[in-house]
């Protein structure tokens, strides 16, 4: 008999994982639940579709139902799983209709999270995640005059761009000194702030939001910050982190711990279930330790894995990669973080001008990751370095030499 595989989640990570699935097992019963109504799409390009520059929705979609019937998938569109039953190896939906599975795979990423403030909720705060989200993002900013973006990270500076390209007067609250405070020093993060302000966006540091400001109708119009600084803003962008979408997993018996905690095959605790793409807590065979990773390029690549160890034993193949993520909202700034730019125990960084800066980031000696503006030259290199594990102890300087080069490290220590 056939095996039968059932995907929760239909995002880059289930949908890599569909597709590989068909080439490994080519007559198995593939079903895709996903609670989206639409069928996978190019997270990375909705920003652009939000700002305005991509005016078409086709460009964005990846599959459409069609592909899923050519390839005898079955998708269930605004499907919610309610229960994973994994003892009796049964997924149920909230419609009571049971999928029965040999092999399961949750890529049910999160949902954005709420800033835990009066009027969070009210109508004009936006939050960024899906095509839908993109949709309403793109609806209002194209007719607001000034904006709030709060969230000074990786996901927040798209709200900064969608500003940005829409002509919105906007103020970006940060809690602390510096965008991204956790990979960027003040000298890489003036750069960015800069850019921000070329944009029109203008960076408020030592803030955030104590409450948000609405009119009669509940519509709102400004946030107040925890100085008592109210900001106008009549369009309104939080990018805090997510929630990781884990409740129907209780009583499943699946480890959790901030998300799905699998090995470096992408298998779970529990036998015959595995998790791949932002939900998940993987065991990173460079950093030997679990770690989280949100790029797309990772939750493809671990998506990919999951589904060769489901269709062909545990151990396949293991999930060995160093992400990266590029932000491209700068004329003629490139930014690039790759690998774990915010883990590590040292790091050494150096401005070459106005528009370039490196850091990079180390551990027991090793780089871990980094981040590059203004000069992506070299991201191959250092990515490659970390695949490769390199003891650098005493040559962390070198790397930030304008012109590095591999031959100018000390040849590795052979083994005895």
């Known amino acids: 008999m ?3 595989y059932v995907i929760i989640g239909d995002g880059i990570a289930g949908g890599s994982a569909a597709k590989t699935l068909r080439e490994e097992s080519p007559d198995a019963d593939i079903a895709v639940l996903t609670d989206e109504g639409e069928p996978l799409y190019n997270r990375i390009l909705i920003k652009e579709y939000a700002k305005g520059k991509i005016p078409m929705e086709d460009p964005l979609f990846l599959h459409d139902e069609e592909w899923y019937e050519e390839r ?4 269930e569109l605004n499907t919610h799983v309610t229960h994973i039953d994994t003892d009796a190896h049964v997924v149920r939906t909230h419609e009571g209709d049971d999928y029965e599975y040999d092999k399961l795979l949750v890529a049910t990423g999160g949902t954005p999270t709420q800033l835990p ?7 004009g705060v936006h939050h960024f995640w899906t095509f839908q989200d993109a949709r309403g993002i793109a609806d209002h900013s194209s007719e607001s005059a000034t904006g709030i973006v709060v969230g000074a990270g990786l996901l927040g500076i798209d709200f900064a761009a969608v500003c940005g390209a829409r002509g919105i007067d906007a103020k970006y609250l940060m809690r602390g000194d510096c965008w991204w405070r956790y990979a960027l020093s003040e000298d890489g993060g003036e750069i960015i702030h800069e850019a921000l302000r070329d944009m029109g966006v203008e960076p408020v540091f030592q803030s955030g939001v104590d409450h948000f400001v609405t009119d009669d109708d509940g519509v709102v119009t400004g946030a107040v910050d925890p100085n008592g600084v109210e900001y106008e803003g009549d369009f309104v962008g939080v990018a805090i982190g997510l929630n990781f979408n884990t409740e129907f997993l209780r009583g499943s018996g699946i480890e959790t711990d901030d998300g799905i905690v699998v090995d470096e095959y992408m298998a779970t605790n529990v036998e015959d279930v595995y ?3 932002d939900i998940t807590k993987f065991y990173d065979v460079i950093l030997e330790e679990h770690a989280q990773n949100g790029s797309w390029d990772s939750a493809k690549k671990q998506g990919a894995i999951a589904a060769k160890n489901m269709a062909n034993g545990h ?3 293991e999930f060995r990669h160093v992400s990266s993520y590029s932000i ?4 003629d700034l490139p930014f690039v973080s790759f690998g774990h730019p915010t883990l590590g125990d040292d790091d050494a960084e150096r401005k070459y001008s106005d528009t370039e800066w490196r850091r990079l980031t180390f551990k027991n000696g090793k780089l871990i990751g980094g981040v590059l503006i203004g ?3 070299l991201q191959s290199t250092f990515k490659r370095i970390i695949r490769e594990e390199r003891d650098l102890s005493g040559q962390e300087e070198v790397l930030l030499e304008e012109d590095f080069d591999p031959e100018m490290l000390d040849a590795p220590a052979q083994e005895q």
């Open 117 to 123: 403030v009066d009027n969070s909720d009210a109508e």
């Open 375 to 377: 000069d992506l030259k």
């Open 315 to 317: 151990e396949a193949e």
């Open 2 to 4: 056939s095996e039968s």
């Open 328 to 331: 491209s909202h700068f004329k």
């Open 72 to 75: 005898d998938i079955d998708l």
């Open 275 to 277: 998790s791949a793409g």
